[in-house]
């Protein structure tokens, strides 16, 4: 069936530090790949999207480009701020009605 | 507009007693997801509703568990009995299906433990 894999953090970066978080995915066609952040005591919210290869999604300064050849969503930020410690998760759908697999979410802290 | 209403935002339980959990979807949306999430499993779908009708509950771990949506606009997730290992946090989302968008609108979460 369809996964989703993530890095495991917890990550841990200071302030204005360039950020990562690696995200692949196993799927037959052609998903839809999200990305959703949910921050503490929230619930999740939906950060960007790319519906096609080669898609780029952006939302807040976050990056994310639609790799079919390595079945990739990697998630960046140039510069990260105390308030984009979360934990960040990457989902793909692939059924109508918005049926999403998500992967195990990756935390982030941010230090000042 | 009201996002998506969970209530209670917690709930403590001891083992063998019945939980419900109750969800309000965005007005307009006609497909609603209950999520488990715990540290173990992470995000787990346990059952989807598009028009009312639950399409989907493969993820329902076991008989103890029972999901209804009696009209558009509320949703219950209930356990009977509740044991501690369904302890987690349970968020309910909705979504308008006609748009394929991929973007569940999520709600706070209810908190169970269960002693």
């Known amino acids: 069936g369809d996964s989703v894999t993530q890095m495991e953090g917890p990550v841990t970066l200071s302030e204005e530090a360039f950020l990562t978080i690696n995200c692949t995915y196993t799927?037959?066609?052609?998903?839809?790949l999200f990305w959703y952040v949910q921050y503490p005591g929230e619930g999740l919210q939906l950060l960007l999207k790319a519906t096609k290869a080669d898609d780029k999604g952006s939302n807040k300064g976050f990056e994310a480009t639609y790799r079919k050849e390595t079945t990739s969503f990697h998630l960046e930020k140039g510069s990260v701020q105390v308030s984009d410690s979360a934990v960040y998760f990457c989902a793909l759908s692939k059924a109508a009605g918005n049926k999403l697999t998500f992967g195990g979410g990756t935390r982030v802290l941010v230090k000042p | 507009d009201a996002g998506v209403i969970q209530s209670p935002r917690h709930e403590v339980t001891e083992m063998g007693q019945e939980v419900t959990l109750r969800c309000k979807p965005i007005?307009?949306?006609?497909?609603l997801f209950w999520y488990r999430q715990t540290m173990m499993r992470g995000l787990e779908l346990l059952i989807y509703f598009n028009n009312n009708v639950p399409i989907d509950d493969s993820g329902m771990p076991e008989d103890r568990f029972s999901a209804k949506m009696p009209n558009a606009s509320f949703s219950t997730l209930k356990i009977q009995p509740s044991e501690p290992r369904d302890s987690a946090v349970y968020f309910c989302?909705?979504?308008?299906?006609?748009?394929?968008?991929?973007?569940?609108?999520f709600g706070e979460g209810s908190r169970l433990t269960v002693l």
């Open positions: 989302a909705s979504s308008f299906s006609g748009r394929n968008t991929g973007e569940l609108f």
């Open positions: 007005s307009g949306h006609n497909s």
């Open positions: 799927a037959t066609g052609y998903p839809s």
